[in-house]
Nanobody, 120 residues
């Protein structure tokens, strides 16, 4: 099952955006799906994950403004971002993930991601 992120765009600071991660097949059997982001000139970092039972995990830096959810019927995982800040500017990716201690391992190939630009 391949995952592809979409829904990015140019947003003003303080705005909101919902990103979608659409799967090429059923996500019901995928234990966990995560979102990552890569800011310009920086490494890709994990931001949130959701398990098949809908338990969620967030990076401390985003937990107050990001919300991850999944719709198994639509084979889609969403990332809702509130109160966007310029530092949220990044390419956002989704992937199958696995918890590994305090970190997360990405299990699949990386798609193209979706660019979120926060600017006035």
């Amino acid at each position: 099952v391949q995952l592809q992120a979409s829904g990015g765009g140019l947003v003003q600071p303080g705005g909101s955006l919902r990103l979608s991660c659409v799967a090429s097949g059923s996500i019901s059997s995928i234990n966990a799906i995560g979102w990552y982001r890569q800011a310009p000139g920086k490494q890709r970092k994990w931001v949130a994950s959701i398990f098949s039972g809908s338990n969620t995990k967030y990076a401390d830096s985003v937990k107050d403004r990001f919300s991850i959810s999944r719709d198994n019927a639509k084979n889609t995982v969403y990332l809702q971002i509130y109160s966007l800040k310029p530092e949220d500017t990044a390419v956002y990716y989704c992937n199958k993930v696995k918890p590994f201690g305090t970190r997360w391992l990405a299990l699949g190939s990386w798609g193209q991601g979706t660019l979120v630009t926060v600017s006035s």
